[in-house]
């Protein structure tokens, strides 16, 4: 027997599962040796998600990012010969208005995004799906490239590793649970398991429902919790008995139902010979926190299947049956039907990259089948670049604050997350109504008085208008774009685009006091700060001044746009958009890591109210006085703002040339 590895390059936690399987897929990919992978039970995975996912990948997400995982995902398992693309359709029931709108804009983002989705008739759908009630639905979306991962996302995950050891780089051990973590200093260690320590460089945590176990002994949590999703099966459906087939008919979703149904094929297939049936619970999903997982000789079936009542999921079938009949015909498996255990998370984004308290430990958590791979090569490309292609910044890890990682905070949110799941469709403005009214800002009672209209961003109350300003309207109303369609306009204000016109004409202050503000301070605040921002912030700098700047990748490409302000000769300020503060605030602390450098890192944003004003167009050019005030020659043009102090005298009332400008960042006001 192979002697226990003392040391590694990196570790992967939760080898077993198709995330730890596509990390160490793509890291071997990208040049990386020397990696152990360590499972508490089997490789591939007999007790997590993995085992018993049903394994659908949809294309049908209105996001880059996640358009971007899943199509390399289908293209990945396709190349494996691991997918059946036999399709799949969404529908929208008869009545479902609101469901047929959201499959038009899926298949316009779609588009958008090259998928080939389109809409279809019933007729189209019932002769794509014949267990389909026609008059039940009013049109269908299909996406020709949905399928199955077949046989098994668990299979795959086992190939992976096996070629994965086969090259020599991986060592994968089962059976070896990781107990803790070695930090020293802000940096990963190692890992210690069931079986000895095993000291690494880096570590990636790919333990699905466990994921927060793990972060917990580093002293961190992550967004995410488990939920309950029950998956059901009847039988037997004997249609395609004698083919071979994994699944004889496309993926149906009935997301109006919060439902979704599929055929298991040919019952000589290892689960063939069944009609699947998967809801996601709109009105009481239970939560689980992972240390309430059982463990493996506790479960009836495994840890992350729990037990099913029928009860539980009466009102939703009936549905379903209506819709397709099929399930009434075929006899219920109550043995096999289970509450799957997946991961809903606080925002709908997974968990992915590396901690922002420890260096060197790596997170790709919360994460479907559908988007393994994808998020497995983006993990080996953020590991080995330093960035991935697309910009990472909904998905990072390090996007979360302190108070994202209460434990009350994370189950709120998420429970709210579970019932929509599926249903019904999430507006990209869409407040949540769990974890409101955390920071309010000094400015708040009185913006109250003046009948602001809240919306949250990263736990700020904002307003986004004032209803004080409603006679705005008379005057820039029909200036306000019209909205016609409802979708449009949900979650919108006019009032803020009137308040919007005013400040263009005008000058007005702004309550931005959700902006994340960090003070850099001690004496290599200014080399570091020169060092992480494009524009000059350090040298001769005066004091008092406000720089907007750029941080950049190791590409070049732009990863934070902020402000600058200087404060003292060692003292700045970086003021920052609140959904982007803690990324940033972990960047800067990253960039100042080293020994002895003397500088302090501080969050700040719950000290500081801080006001923007705002203004004002006025016309200020014109260029022949400009060029003339130049000594420009006639074949050049004038440099049109910002106003320089010699811009004063080519300043020409009424003359037609009009130069936007902006009257200056607000300072952040100490109060
Ligand atoms: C019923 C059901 C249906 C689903 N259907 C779909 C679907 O149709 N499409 C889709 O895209 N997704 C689906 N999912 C979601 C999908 O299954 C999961 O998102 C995915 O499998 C997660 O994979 P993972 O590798 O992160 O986690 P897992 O598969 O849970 O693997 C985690 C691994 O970590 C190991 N581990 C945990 N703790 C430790 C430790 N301390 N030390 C060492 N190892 C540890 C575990 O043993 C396990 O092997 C479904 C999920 C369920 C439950």
């Known amino acids: 027997m192979a002697k226990f590895p003392e040391r590694a390059k990196v570790v992967i936690i939760g080898q077993g599962g198709i995330v730890g399987a596509s990390v160490a897929h ?104 014949p267990l389909l009630e026609e008059s039940m639905i009013q049109g269908a979306l299909w996406d020709p490239d949905a399928g199955l991962v077949k046989p098994r996302s668990q299979m795959v995950a086992g190939e992976l590793v096996d070629a994965a050891v086969a090259t020599g780089k991986l060592r994968s051990i089962a059976n070896t649970a990781c107990t803790g973590l070695r930090i020293e200093n802000g940096r990963i260690q190692g890992v210690e398991t069931t079986r000895g320590y095993i000291a690494a460089d880096h570590v990636v945590v790919c333990a699905g429902l466990w994921g927060r176990l793990i972060a917990g002994m580093a002293g961190e949590d992550l967004p995410i919790m488990p939920v309950d ?36 094929g040919d019952p000589k297939t290892p689960e063939g010979g069944q009609i699947e049936w998967g809801y996601y619970e709109e009105k009481n999903p239970r939560m689980c926190h992972p240390r309430d997982l059982l463990e493996k000789e506790q479960a009836r079936l495994s840890p992350s299947q729990r037990d099913l009542e029928l009860e539980q999921i009466m009102e939703p079938l009936e549905r379903a049956i209506e819709l397709t009949p099929i399930l009434a015909e075929l006899g219920y498996d109550e043995k096999h039907s289970f509450n799957g255990l997946l991961q809903v998370t606080v925002d ?148 803020s685009n009137a308040e919007h016109l005013k400040m263009s004409e005008d000058v007005g202050m702004i309550n931005v006091s959700h902006f994340a503000e960090i003070d850099v301070v001690g004496p290599d605040a200014a080399d570091l700060l020169e060092y ?67 500088v302090e890192v501080t969050d700040t944003t719950t000290q500081y109210g801080c006001l923007r004003c705002v203004g004002s167009q006025r016309p200020y050019h014109d260029p022949e006085n400009c060029r003339r005030a ?42």
């Open 26 to 129: 793509h890291l071997i990919e990208r040049g990386w040796d020397d990696i152990v992978g360590i499972d508490k039970s089997a490789i591939p995975t007999d007790v997590g998600s993995t085992a018993h996912a049903s394994d659908f990948c949809f294309n049908t997400m209105h996001d880059q990012m996640t358009i971007f995982t899943t199509k390399y995902s289908i293209d990945f398992y396709d190349r494996m010969g691991r997918y059946e693309r036999i399709g799949g359709l969404e529908v929208a029931r008869v009545g479902d208005d609101e469901r047929m709108r959201e499959l038009e804009r899926r298949v316009a983002s779609g588009k958008a995004f090259g998928n080939r989705v389109e809409l279809i008739t019933p007729a189209q759908a019932k002769a794509r799906f």
């Open 348 to 495: 709908g984004n997974p968990s992915i990259g590396e901690s922002s308290k420890v260096r060197g430990l790596w997170y790709a958590e919360a994460v479907w089948v559908k988007d393994a791979p994808g998020v497995g090569k983006l993990v080996a490309d953020w590991m080995t670049d330093g960035f991935t292609h697309l910009d990472h910044a909904r998905i990072d890890v390090a996007r979360t604050y302190p108070y994202q990682q209460e434990e009350q905070y994370i189950h709120d949110r998420c429970y709210e997350g579970a019932f929509k799941i599926y249903n019904p469709p999430v507006h990209n403005r869409e407040p949540y109504s769990a974890g409101r009214g955390i920071f309010k800002s000094p400015f708040y009672e009185r913006e109250k008085a003046l009948g602001a209209y809240f919306m949250e961003l990263s736990g700020w109350e904002r307003a986004h208008g004032y209803a004080s300003n409603e006679h705005l309207l008379e005057v820039y109303g029909d200036r306000v774009p019209v909205r016609d369609n409802e979708w449009d306009n949900r979650h919108f204000w006019r009032v």
């Open 229 to 264: 999703h029950p998956l059901t099966f009847f039988k037997p459906y004997l249609e395609f008995a004698g083919t071979g087939k994994d699944i004889g008919y496309p993926l149906l979703r009935d997301q109006g139902n919060s439902a979704y149904l599929r055929d298991t």
């Open 630 to 671: 130049r000594g420009l020659d006639e074949r050049e043009l004038p440099v049109c703002g910002p106003a320089q102090p010699d811009d004063q005298g080519c300043a020409g009332a009424g003359l037609p040339h009009l130069v936007r400008r902006r009257a200056g960042l607000g300072a952040a006001l100490q109060i």
């Open 532 to 598: 992480i921002c494009v524009a000059k912030v350090g040298g001769d700098t005066p004091v008092g001044k406000g720089i907007y700047t750029h941080f950049l990748d190791a590409k070049g490409g732009v990863r934070a746009d902020l402000t600058v302000l200087r404060l003292g000769q060692d003292h700045y300020r970086v003021v920052d958009r609140a959904d982007a503060g803690h990324r940033d605030l972990t960047w800067i602390r990253r960039m100042a890591l080293g020994p002895g450098a003397r």
